[in-house]
């Protein structure tokens, strides 16, 4: 079975503080993800990466940022924790099928974040 | 850029009734995939189903079926004779060729089957 493990289930930091999310995946995945969900709004595409060192930005990705160092551990970086940043951060892995294949995402349970 | 909408915010139907969710996109790439996910209360998405823009064929997986039409833009998700199991959120999401794998997902309908 494919996982994907988020260091944590809940975290509760102040504001300001550097708050590191990890994830590991061991499928040998490629891409990996960071998503972040809030009601109303879905799931919306912080970084994601297609190769270990590479990155790119996706659609909100303003107050974080990415490691990939390994292929397998892609960490989401809040460079300094604001309120507005509290929310539920989802990670997620899938292959490259190689010309874009449509390849299924497989997610971790997610990190429930609460900034204070 | 790619859109997804999912009308439905929140449905509620009694347990056995058939419920349909419903998920319209915007793309202007010609080649793309649609894809279904269910969130149980656990959080973590389950994949459901793959569509690739050239296979317009229904799909039916025991109770689930799915309805793909490409003149409307849908891909609507029908749970036959629900279960209390079937409550959660369910995320309809579109990628598209050359997207690097990057999903864009709906808002989600949280569905609730009363017992």
């Known amino acids: 079975d494919v996982k994907v493990t988020q260091s944590s289930r809940y975290l509760v930091k102040r504001t300001g503080e550097k708050v590191f999310l990890e994830c590991v995946q061991d499928?040998?995945?490629?891409?990996m993800f960071w998503y972040r969900q809030d009601p109303g709004l879905g799931l919306r595409l912080i970084y994601f990466?297609?190769?270990?060192?590479?990155?790119e930005k996706g659609d909100i990705p303003e107050g974080y940022s990415v490691s990939r160092e390994k292929k397998e551990r892609f960490s989401l970086i809040l460079e300094s924790a604001s309120t507005n940043q509290t929310s539920m951060y989802l990670c997620?892995?899938?292959?490259?099928?190689?010309?874009?294949?449509?390849?299924?995402?497989?997610f971790g349970q997610g990190t429930r974040l609460t900034v204070v | 850029a790619q859109k997804v909408t999912q009308a439905q915010t929140e449905i509620s139907v009694v347990e056995k009734e058939d419920v349909t969710l419903d998920c319209v996109y915007e793309?202007?790439?010609?080649?793309?995939?649609l894809f279904w996910y269910k969130q149980p209360p656990s959080g973590e998405l389950v994949f459901l189903i793959r569509?690739?823009?050239?296979?317009?064929q229904n799909e039916i997986s025991g109770r689930y079926s799915w309805n793909f039409q490409k003149s409307t833009s849908s891909f609507n998700f029908t749970i036959t004779a629900s279960q209390v199991v079937d409550s959660a959120v369910y995320f309809c999401?579109?990628?598209?060729?050359?997207?690097?794998?990057?999903?864009?997902f709906g808002t989600g309908t949280r569905l609730t089957i009363i017992p």
């Open positions: 997620a892995s899938s292959p490259n099928p190689g010309q874009g294949a449509g390849a299924e995402a497989f």
């Open positions: 499928m040998d995945h490629e891409n």
């Open positions: 990466s297609y190769d270990v060192k590479m990155k």
């Open positions: 793309t202007r790439d010609t080649t793309y995939y």
């Open positions: 569509r690739n823009s050239f296979d317009e």
């Open positions: 999401a579109l990628s598209v060729h050359f997207g690097n794998e990057k999903l864009t």
